[in-house]
């Protein structure tokens, strides 16, 4: 089993070392790839190092499958060239989500889709995972009319030179700039670039992505994305309108059984999601459930995740997971 990690020395390709070490992947040759300048450097997977390889290298090498987390640009160049040599290739980046011919994967909910000829696998957009982690079991009991999710994003989800820009900022220093204003004390209502539509590329990933995943193009779905000076994970504010009426006990329990997802929901304890408890966890954490008072068949959630890990590395390892389980690879 010849594995590549595309981007290993990037935030989330760290991640991804790390989670691999975590859940023993079974790989027998590591093969750490990275820009032409992080070459020859050494990257860590559990007690041993690796040396960084660039992507000819890699492909030369016929990895069995590829974990890319390297930018869109990069994928829409290098995936077909290791889908060529026969390699898989699961992407965690926009490049290939909404490709009708390409399959947008949480193993949870629709691993089930998978087969031989699934070459190029695209990860989802971090809010869209942890936010479907938590609808879609609804959605199969209940069924879902319409969405209303505002989020509130980890810096972490723009990159090293985010995390760089808040500490500059904690310690009054001058620095270069990862967003158009400070973040420190700070809420920005901008995450991604702003389309025609007035709303960002983040907030319609939730609206494209959900609707492709849950195979319905006709949910309802509305978003904002704010980004927030927190480093351990995304949280988000989720209303959900139902087709079929419920009972609040019975969601707490359809919750609490399905996988991946983890309850914490006691106002009498003030036990409810934060993102300081998920950081470096795996699982999508759920809590403040309460109806929605002001119209029928409608739900209120708080839901928060590691968006470095389930919203990314964590995700791709479990397909790539999955594809070894079923003998896919």
Known sequence: ????VVGATGMVGEVMLRV?????FPFTELIPVASERSVGKKVDCGTKSFEV?????????????????????TSLEWAPKFEAVGTVVIDNSSAWRMDPTKK???????????????KIIANPNCSTIQMLVALSP?????????????????????GVKAVQQLENEYKSEKGEMAYPYPIHRNALPHCD????????????????????????????????AIRIPVVGGHSESINVELKNDFELEEVRNLLSESAGLVVQDNPATNTYPMPIYAEGKNEVYVGRIRRDES???????????????KGAATNTIQIAEYLLEKGLI
């Open 104 to 118: 947008l994967i949480i193993p949870e909910i629709n691993a089930k889709t998978l087969g031989p000829s699934d």
């Open 1 to 4: 089993m010849k594995l590549a």
């Open 138 to 158: 609804l959605q199969e009991k209940y069924g879902i009319e319409r969405i209303v999710v505002s989020t509130y994003q980890s810096i972490t989800g723009t």
């Open 53 to 73: 390889v660039g992507l000819e290298t890699a492909v030369s090498l016929q990895p069995d499958i590829a974990l890319f987390s390297a930018g869109g640009s």
């Open 193 to 224: 670039v702003f389309m025609e539509n007035g709303y960002t590329k983040e907030e319609m990933k939730l609206v494209n992505e959900t609707r492709k995943i849950l195979n319905d193009d006709s949910i309802g779905i509305t978003a904002t």
């Open 20 to 24: 691999l070490a975590e859940r023993n």
């Open 295 to 309: 119209q029928p068949r409608t739900l209120n959630l708080w839901v928060v995740a590691d968006n470095l890990r």
